[in-house]
């Protein structure tokens, strides 16, 4: 790639620069993966409102602003993590505009048969496995967004459960994005794998103060018979955009469950992609999204049947309040040999203002004829029934709205079946639900 | 003076009049039913009284203790003692029961310029409504009103009417959907809240609700006005000759 060239793509303006500092610059195969997303991100550029893809998600504003890669930055003094993650008992590992940061992790109580190291050290040492994860990515060859965190490739963790094991204690990733002065942006590829038998629990938490761009791309590998929870906190801060993808690969029988609750930035895209590739796989997609002032929410999923007798269930509930704009894209792929598939989509928006926007897309596309699928997208205000029955019985029409809000929005934590943990989403909830009280006793 | 007034009241929905001019007072203590045939206007009468959206009064007055009810808001009516028993409780999903009525006892306090109860105090209050009317603490843990039967639900509105203590009950078809044995539990509940210091109104298309709760007065809402009032063996009449003589009449 000649100089000048990378220097004009928006979010590329100091690539030249930091190019030779990314984790093992010079290693052959990690250079060629680096290569690849590059020349990918060269061809098909910032997203723009021609994509597809990007239909309802413009980036404009975010590409026009100078990002300081966060490698190139001096660390940010951080004593403790900024309120606002998940209050869970759980190995912490927190990343610093995308780096590890050990003396705020704790490593320690990492349960045997868990492998926990940073993308940085693993190619320090070798990396063999790595390089295999990395390479078998089969998706994003048309997402710009993850070819441009491969070819920043060099912040992230890896986490491997070996065959077999259960882990009792999840594993919580907090990342924690800080700008004191420039916007800085950070690319960090998380790559968790769990061998054939083995379960376990990984949450993230994604928070932060001031302006910073969080692109990150998480690459999950189930073996036969594995079972993820995965659970995700986006609460970064409110000016602050996040990008992040999610990229699921299910051998036989294996089962992903992902609960999303999609509340902070100024503009942020959760991005699920999940291929069922091993019969009897099933994956669950479920969350929340709020917005508010004139947030921008974005939630996209992709689900691909690849192969017979696989099961695939989303619900994803929305409250929109002022003039924020929620996006919904969901896509069900049955392939053609993927008889008996049976896969099911949901998307339910309440608008809690005039100036509140939704923009869903459900999709299906069927190959295969012997199916149960099906989608559906519901957009509306809460029910005046419901509303009228609760003032009936003295309550205050705001406190009566907030009452079915925290219901709507609570409901989307059913799948989530451990109490103590439901709490820890609905406690950031309740905190969304009393912010908003707050504004409008103002 | 009458608990309640109302003083000819005419309403209308959708730009169609439903109300012609109702005239009734309650007193304290006094229990009335009215009935009437479908579209008479009863279940009308219920929302005009608690404030709902959609429902238009255009003329008349309707007091309670001598207040003006029609210039409140639908909580500041129940804050002030009306409570509506719906005719078809609704459900919602993902507010437990609890939750609900400790909002909306404590709306009622705060009003009321009582204290409100804490979580403890509120649990002990509630069990010991919920035992006197025959509610098990697991209904009061569910999502109010979600997946109850028909009965549980009438029931769960007489726990609400217990819970918040109205000056004035305005009971819409409590019967309706009710088989025997539900309709008796019912009708003790309401009964055991029948209080010198209350007035109800009872809306049903049957009598046979009024075999459970005896009515000081029954009125017959027909086209919109009451046409005829008198004692309770007046449903006895109704139920045998129906209604067909007020549409006699109104022909």
Redesign the interface.
Known sequence: MPDGTVMDLPLMEDYDAVAPGLAGAGVEWLDKIRNDGLARYSKLGLPGPRDEAWKYTNLTRMGRTRFVTGLASAEPALDAVPEGVLDIDAVRLVLVNGRLRPALSNLSALPPGVFITTLEDAVRSGGQVIAQRLGQNTYGHDMPMLALNTAYLHDGVIVEVAEGVSIETPIHLISVGVADNDPVAFHPRNVISLGAGASGTFYESHVGLGSYLSNGATTLHLGDDAILRHRKLQNESNLAYHVASASVELAARARYENYTLHIGGRLARNEVHVILQGREANCGLYGAYTGRGSQHIDTTTFVDHAVPDCTSREVYKGALDDNSCGVFQGKILVRKNAQRTDGHQLNKALLLSEGAEIDAKPELEIYADDVKCSHGATAGELD???L??????????A??RD??V???L??SLEVIADEERRDAFRGIIANWLSERRERREK | MALLEIRGLRAEVDGQEILKGIDLEIDSGQVHAIMGPNGSGKSTLSYVLSGRDGYEVTGGEVLLDGKDLLVMDPEERACEGVFLGFQYPVEIPGVPGTTFLKTAVNAVRRYRGESEFDAMQFVKFVRGKAKEFNMSDDMLKRSVNSGFSGGEKKRNEVLQMAVLEPRLAVLDETDSGLDIDALKLVADGVNTMRSPDRAMLMITHYQRLLDYVVPDVIHVLFGGQIVKSGPKELALELEKEGYYQFFETAA
Do not use: C, H, I, K
């Open positions: 005046e029934e419901q009228f029955y609760l003032r009936s019985r003295g309550v205050m029409e406190e009566a009452l079915l925290t219901a709507f609570d409901e």
